[in-house]
Every structure is written in C-alpha cells, then in structure tokens.
C-alpha cells in the first residue's frame, strides 16, 4: 500500500506541475479572489484514516498566490483518533476560460495519531490541485491531496464550500 501511495503521489506531483506548465503560457486575470475566504470541507482518505471533516482560510498574498491553511479531522479505522493542521499556500495559473479556478500548491503538514493513550506527531509535505467554482457569494471547490509524512502517507480526495469574508 506504501509503494502504491508514494506512485499516486508521484502520478499527481508530475501531473500538477505539467498542468501549471501549460496554463504559465496563457495570459488572463488571476482567478483567486482579492477577499479572504473561510470555509468547511469533508472528504476520504486513505491508508486508514478513512473520512475527514475541516476548515480552511485563505488569504491573497499576491497576484496569483494565497496563504492555505486549513485543519481537518480524521475518523480512522479502529481504535484512536486523528488530526492535521496544514499551512499550505496555492498557486493560480492564468488561463484564457470562463470561470476559471484551477489552483495547485503545497506547503508542510502536521498529522498527529492517537490511540490508547498514545500519540504521535509526524511532519510532512503537502501536495494539492484542485478547482474552486466562482460563483458570487459562495464557492464551492474540490481538491485532491498527497500528504507525504513517513508512515502517514496518504492521499486525500476533499470537497467543500467557501464564503467571503
């Protein structure tokens, strides 16, 4: 399962930057919004930690890039619980469509485990892609994550809903 993460991850890091390769080649407006968002997210993961409830923030720092942080909550398999805080910051390529809202970015992630009284704590890396929808009050997006954090390893397939602040 390890050696098939570690490939998914791969496949999806490869696919990101082609993807943000082409889109650099177009010229458009930024498609991230000048206003701070805040929203809520839910999805599935795997290598056992199954489905994830969170938030995220985020925040333009500059055209075409935004600070990402998010925290999720994990309901694994078995015994014990799960948790992440990421602080991620993601990228919006230019590109020439209607309603546009590809972004892809990366950052560190903090996964800590707990079970029977035990816990543990594991940095890793962030990878993420997704679309966020444009609409004018809400924007709803998805998302595809590999965390790279040693035994933790997993990708993460999270769907959600932003309002503007």
């Known amino acids: 399962m390890r050696d098939l993460t570690r490939r998914l991850s791969l496949a999806v890091l ?3 930057f082609l993807s943000t390769a082409v889109a650099a080649q177009r010229r458009a407006a930024p498609a991230q919004s000048a206003q701070p968002l805040l929203g809520f997210q839910a999805g599935f993961a795997t290598n056992s930690f199954d489905a994830l409830v969170g938030a995220q923030f985020s925040y333009q720092i500059a055209p075409q890039f935004d600070l990402y942080p998010s925290f999720d909550i994990y309901f694994p398999s078995g015994p014990g619980s799960a948790w992440g805080l990421n602080a991620n910051v993601r990228y919006w390529p230019s590109l020439n469509m ?30 993420l892609g997704g679309w966020q929808f444009h609409t004018p009050n809400l924007q709803p997006f998805v998302e595809l994550r590999a965390v790279l954090a040693s035994d933790v390893d997993r990708i993460e397939f999270v769907g959600g809903l932003n309002f503007r602040l």
Do not use: I, Q
């Not at 992630?109 to 890396?125: E, I, K, P, Y």
């Open 14 to 16: 490869v696919s990101m």
């Open 98 to 127: 209607v309603n546009p809202g590809l972004y892809v970015g990366g950052g560190l992630g903090v996964t800590h485990v707990s079970a029977f009284g035990f816990g543990d704590s594991r940095v890793g890396l962030n990878l």
